[in-house]
């Protein structure tokens, strides 16, 4: 059973170990130069933005990045922007990591994730659903 849900990710459905791979080395990167303030955009080295995660297009040409401002220090969307705006900046900076051919283009999106965990923390504080979750599984849905 257990090698059943680890195939689920390996399969053509989800992302390649390189996907993953280069995802994970565009994020930290990006990590660093905001953490570092590394761009020349005081506008946007005065935000503190948390890079969530970073998923590749299969051909590693199209980085979409899921970014989320610390603490609601602005908007989302002026840090898109801000970030949008050092695209070419931010790129150089990937491509100097990274051993690829081309660097990829970087998309911005907000990071939902946030929003999800406040979603998720909220509903098994719901006492109804505690109290499902606590019931056996009747039919084990795993196998279809």
């Known amino acids: 059973m257990g090698t059943m849900s680890k195939n689920r990710f390996s399969s053509g459905d989800g992302p390649s170990q390189r996907q993953l791979r280069v995802g994970e080395l565009i994020r930290r990167t990006l990590s660093d130069v905001l953490n570092r303030a590394d761009i020349h955009d005081p506008e946007l080295n005065r935000m503190s933005i948390t890079v ?26 002026e840090a898109i922007a801000a970030l949008a705006r050092n695209k070419h900046e931010l790129r150089r900076h990937v491509s100097a990591q990274l051993t690829l051919k081309y660097a990829p283009d970087l998309r911005f999106r907000p990071d939902g994730t946030f929003d999800q965990l406040d979603e998720t923390r909220r509903l098994f504080a719901d006492e109804k659903v505690r109290r499902d979750l606590d019931q056996p599984e009747a039919d084990d849905e795993d196998d279809a």
């Open 52 to 77: 969530g995660e970073v998923r590749c297009s299969p051909d590693l040409k199209v980085a979409t990045v899921y970014v989320m401002p610390l603490m609601g220090s602005v908007k989302v969307e």
